[in-house]
Every structure is written in C-alpha cells, then in structure tokens.
C-alpha cells in the first residue's frame, strides 16, 4: 500500500484545514490508522487514530479543534483541522499504528501568527 498526503497549505491562526490520504489499495483490513506530524528540528509525533470500525483517539494537543474520519470505501483517511495554532506548524503524514509502510513526502501545514 502506497500512502499519499494532501490539503496542507499556509493558513492563519485560527483557521482550518482539511488534510487527506489516499491509499493505493484497500484500507479496510489495516486496524488502526492514525496521522502523525513532524516539526522542523523534532521528531515525529502521534496525531490521532481511528480504527477500522470508526472508533478515534487523539493527542491531547489537538483533541477538540482535529477530527480524524476514514471512508474504507474509498481507501481515504481525512483530518479536519480547526482552530489551528502556530504550533501546529508541521509536515503531515498518514500511516498504520504502528506505522509500516513508506511514509512518503507528506504535506506540509503552516500556521502563521
């Protein structure tokens, strides 16, 4: 399975996003499915998961402003992200929990003040 992020783009703060991953094949056997970001000079974090049955968990940075949902039919993951922070500045990506495919190029987020 081949993963493929996009929607990033540069949004103030205070605005949204939607972010979205497209799977070359089919998702609906991967269990757990979770977007993970990374800053310049960090390492990659955890976001926030879903299973396959629609069942969520997220970061406590960004629980109650992202909302992660997954379509099996279309082999799509989506992150909806509001009320975003400068902090959320980062380069997003999709992958399995825990992560096993290439993670590929991501898409990048950038939040001004």
């Known amino acids: 399975v081949q993963l493929q992020a996009s929607g990033g783009g540069l949004v103030q703060a205070g605005g949204s996003l939607r972010l979205s991953c497209a799977a070359s094949g089919s998702i609906f056997s991967i269990k757990l499915m979770a977007w993970y970001r990374q800053a310049p000079g960090k390492q990659r974090e955890w976001v926030a998961s879903?299973?396959?049955?629609?069942?969520?968990n997220y970061a406590d940075s960004v629980k109650g402003r992202f909302t992660i949902s997954r379509d099996n039919a279309k082999n799509t993951v989506y992150l909806q992200m509001n009320s975003l922070k400068p902090e959320d500045t980062a380069a997003y990506y999709c992958n399995a929990v825990p992560p096993q495919y290439n993670w590929g190029q991501g898409t990048q987020v950038t939040v001004s003040s």
């Open positions: 879903i299973t396959s049955g629609g069942s969520t």
